[in-house]
């Protein structure tokens, strides 16, 4: 099996372009620091890494819902994720840890823990055009996390994508006019207790 990322520094945020042969899914330990979108940088710096480098497949576990499958020299531009790493407290309305603004292309992943049954995490995004949210939610088998959003606005329930199914996934389309749409992505535990990978993908 082959891998290779690209990777593009930002300002605050790290951005991963990697293709392999299969991906894991498993508990995603690199310390990556919270991003905050900038505008972007000139320069790449390409490196080119075999499978067995273990943070190679780490990170590969949280972009797994982002890579594509051929073999390449250069990826389409849609296989670009941008890698978030869960910041605490993030539990509440008020709390609800920012991601970035959201357009047609954008992909965001986030490696996050529930520690118990009564922890709640929340990710905020601005949706700033019209588009449809992917959200996809991995986690061991063996517990049962639930996806829902929310309008951060007013707290209104948009959508409870709660189903028994690993990987989670379910989309929502936003219709935007005049203003941005702020939304909350709330997991939260139905049983159980443990990390996940959480991709957001606007199509």
């Known amino acids: 099996m082959n891998t290779w990322m690209k990777v593009v520094p930002l300002a605050n945020k790290t951005r991963f372009m990697l293709r392999m042969t299969s991906l894991s899914t498993d508990r995603v330990d690199t310390a990556v620091a919270p991003a905050c979108r900038t505008s972007k940088v000139e320069g790449k710096a390409m490196a080119h890494r075999h499978w067995w480098w273990v943070g190679i497949l780490m990170i590969a576990g ?116 005049s203003h941005d749409i702020a939304v909350d992505v709330v997991v939260t535990s139905a049983g159980g207790a443990g990390s996940y990978t959480l991709t957001l993908r606007a199509h």
């Open 62 to 177: 949280a972009l797994g819902g982002c890579s594509g499958g051929d073999h390449d020299d250069e990826p389409p531009a849609g296989d670009a994720c941008f890698l978030f790493r869960e910041v605490e407290p993030n539990d509440t309305l008020l709390t609800a840890q920012f991601l970035d603004a959201i357009v047609v292309d954008d992909c965001f992943v986030v490696a996050g823990d529930l520690f118990d049954v009564v922890d709640v995490d929340s990710y905020r995004v601005f949706v700033e055009e019209s588009l449809t949210l992917v959200v996809t939610l991995d986690h061991s088998p063996l517990v049962d996390l639930d996806i829902q959003l929310f309008d951060a606005d007013t707290g209104q329930l948009i959508l409870d994508c709660g189903v028994n199914v690993v990987p989670e996934v379910c989309a929502q389309p936003f219709v935007v006019g």
